[in-house]
């Protein structure tokens, strides 16, 4: 009897964004995104007596009639996005040199009393907000429900709205602005790259540079800082990988502060995945440590999609349609063979995201493995048994497994990248050659071919999808610096553009949800049993 494939959520590297998390049956990924632990609380059942939930240092009392309100505030206030007047409460604003120039109404055209041209400047105002969860569940057991009680009340929570302001903090011609590139490489990295540069540029920032190859740009002796401007990003879109190199590891927080003010830099933009971020944040309070008038905005990048709260990060979309081929080759190949049997291994370090998505988008896909959701490879439930079944009635099987997914069934070896993440041990290999020896062991003919498109997924251009995405994460970015707003990051929410404060979407990787609809609707088109 073999060991079931554990859920792998929580990455085991050492980035420790938010402390350590408990997992547990409380759904609700915001309260996840703190050390939550609930007390009292058994099953989502409307008939609870004594119910409270521990939400990071606060304590729910749900008989509270007051509860929801003071979630609400404590919420409010855990994503409230810092701002240079924290630090700096007498810093003034001035007006936006972001120009917004509407063409002046016709006025059969607003018959109805469409603002005048003055009162329509098209800036977002500093209190709009976009609503975080949309789907109002009417049962604790409705598909997907994300409770916070265990009635599952509906519970209005905002984030802040990504775009231009009115009033800016920044005069152009005093800011030096800086790119970094940082983690493993994404598709997108340049059109984000690009659009920072443009935005800036029509803000009137003359200075912008590109700190090269990650975070390492701003210590190693020997790489120079890259001048930007439109005329060197005008094209980069067209091309994978990032103009300015990436890298994992490098230097301490502080090092990389005390070179942001040697070189005067005082608006950086940080692209990258959960460590990068962190770094990021850890940046952010560093300079607010030195009372530097500094704006740091992340832009999150990761084919994983491993973020929390966004619809999705650049580069995922990509990533799927990328795997495309490589599913469809596995199909091809175990279509036309005798007994034919195809496997894909994809990226997805602790998140199925990318497997999910790409079994779902082929429809050629018969198991799909992912990290969070354990199996059996062996036994009378194992996935060997249902390639027989499939073998024996379809007469082929395509099966795509994740990077991270059946990492239990192989032996731990400590290693690390130079960022401290984890090296993973080569489920794909395994499933190969467990396979083949199964097959052997039963004497059923079986041709196994195995395809691993590990980097061509990522190394490449961004499609239509992701290039707009980037585009106007890349602009929000630039606005939510001119704004003041340091420490945060842009995403995309609900179809809406927000920000974030940095450390709410990195207290842990974002990863599938079993329970979800999503989930169940790929196993409803892969036809797949479960495996325990
Ligand atoms: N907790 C942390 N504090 C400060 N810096 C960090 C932290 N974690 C990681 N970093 C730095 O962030 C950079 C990128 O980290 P990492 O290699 O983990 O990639 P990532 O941003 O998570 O992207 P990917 O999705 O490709 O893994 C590295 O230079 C690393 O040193
Ligand atoms: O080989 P590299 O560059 O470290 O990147 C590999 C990792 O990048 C990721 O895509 C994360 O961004 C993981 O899925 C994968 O393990
Ligand atoms: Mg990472």
């Not at 109404?105 to 098209?122: L, Q, R």
């Not at 120079?224 to 490098?250: A, D, F, I």
């Not at 580069?315 to 490589?326: I, L």
Request: aromatic residues 8%.
């Amino acid at each position: 009897m073999d060991s079931v494939s554990h859920a792998a959520v929580i990455s085991s590297s050492k980035l420790s964004y938010g402390g350590r998390v408990s997992f547990n049956k409380y759904k609700n990924p915001l309260l996840r995104s703190s050390v939550v632990s609930l007390r009292n609380w058994r099953a989502p059942s409307r008939n609870l007596g004594v119910l409270a939930a521990r939400i990071g240092n606060k304590e729910i009392d749900f008989s509270d009639p007051d509860w929801k309100t003071n979630y609400q505030r404590d919420f409010e206030r855990r994503f409230n996005i810092p701002h240079i007047t924290d630090i700096f409460p007498d810093a003034d604003p001035i007006p936006s040199t972001f120009c917004l120039k509407m063409r002046t109404p016709i006025m059969e055209d607003f018959a109805g009393g469409y603002p005048s041209d003055e009162e329509w400047h098209g800036y977002i105002n500093n209190n709009d907000r976009v609503l975080l969860k949309v789907i109002h569940y009417s049962s604790p057991t409705s598909a997907g429900a994300e409770c916070i009680d265990p009635n599952c009340s509906w519970v209005e929570q905002w984030v802040h709205r990504a775009g231009p302001r009115e009033k800016i903090y920044f005069q152009p011609e005093e800011v030096k602005a800086a790119i970094v590139t940082c983690g493993g490489l994404c598709p997108g990295l340049n059109d984000v790259i690009r659009q920072i540069v443009i935005t800036l540029e029509i803000y009137g920032v003359k200075r912008i540079v590109g700190i090269p190859f990650g975070y390492r740009g701003f210590s190693d002796e020997g790489l120079s800082e890259m001048p930007l401007s439109r005329k060197v990003v005008q094209n980069v879109h067209l091309s994978g990988g990032s103009l300015l190199g990436v890298s994992r590891g490098g230097p301490s927080v502080s090092d990389i502060v005390d070179s942001m003010e040697e070189r005067g830099i005082n608006m950086l933009f940080v692209l990258g995945g959960n460590g990068t971020h962190a770094g990021a944040n850890a940046i952010h309070n560093e300079c607010r440590r030195r009372r530097m008038r500094v704006a740091v905005v992340g832009v999150p990048k990761t084919i994983d999609n491993d973020i929390l709260m966004m619809d999705k990060t650049f580069g995922f979309d990509t990533a799927v349609e990328e795997a495309q081929r490589a599913i469809n080759s596995a199909y091809i190949e175990a279509h036309s063979a005798y007994h034919g049997i195809g496997i894909v291994k994809l990226m997805g370090r602790n998140s199925g995201f990318i497997a999910m998505h790409a079994s779902l988008a082929s429809g050629q896909i018969d198991i799909c493995l992912i990290p969070e959701v354990p199996f059996h490879l062996h036994g009378p439930l194992g996935v060997l048994r249902h390639l027989k079944f499939l073998i024996e009635t379809k007469g082929s099987a395509v099966v795509c497994v994740a990077e991270g997914a059946g990492q239990n069934f192989l032996g731990r070896t400590n290693a690390t990248d130079a960022s401290g993440n984890t090296v993973l041990g080569d489920f794909g290999v395994h499933i190969q050659q467990e396979t083949r020896k199964y097959f052997k062991e039963i004497g059923v003919h079986a041709d196994v071919k195995y395809i691993d498109p590990t980097y061509m997924i990522r190394a490449c251009r961004a499609n239509a999808s992701d290039g707009i995405l980037c585009t106007v994460l890349g602009q929000n970015a630039v606005h939510g610096a001119f704004a003041g707003y340091s420490g945060i990051t842009v995403g995309i929410c609900n179809t809406h553009y927000v920000y974030f404060p940095i450390p709410e979407v990195i207290s842990y990787p974002r990863a599938v949800d079993p329970n979800s609809r999503m989930w169940h609707r790929c196993l409803t088109s892969t036809g797949q049993p479960d495996f325990v």
